[in-house]
């Protein structure tokens, strides 16, 4: 199983950055995809979540209204579309999956799989 996030970057607050994940070796469409995050000094926290075909979604109040989250099954590949971002959005941003979908997709707890993560930072 391979999760690769890729998009990070630095960005200056108010700007926008797109976060890419691939999946490989597993099967990608059964499975629901989040977003997760963290910050120096700080535990892993949830940001965004997909359904593995595409209708629900689930967010943290951090970022409602302001982060978007997609997946292309063809592709294999989940995006998290971040607008408005702020200082506070620091941190290293990670993908990961699970078979099981959570009341109203905000998950307090892991996923079955995860990756590597991409540092995004928010500075002026």
């Known amino acids: 199983v391979q999760l690769q996030a890729s998009g990070g970057g630095l960005v200056q607050p108010g700007g926008s950055l797109r976060l890419s994940c691939a999946a490989s070796g597993f099967h990608f469409s059964n499975y629901n995809l989040g977003w997760f995050r963290q910050a120096p000094g700080k535990e892993r926290e949830f940001v965004a979540s997909i359904k593995s075909g595409g209708l629900s979604r689930g967010f943290a109040d951090s970022v409602k209204g302001r982060f978007a989250i997609s997946r292309d099954n063809a592709k294999k590949q989940v995006f998290l579309q971040m607008n408005s971002l702020k200082p506070e959005d620091t941190a290293v941003y990670y993908c990961?999956?699970?078979?099981?979908?959570?009341?109203?997709?905000?998950?307090?707890?892991?996923?079955?799989?995860w990756g590597k993560g991409t540092q995004v930072t928010v500075s002026s």
């Open positions: 990961a999956a699970d078979r099981t979908w959570v009341a109203g997709g905000v998950y307090s707890r892991s996923m079955d799989y």
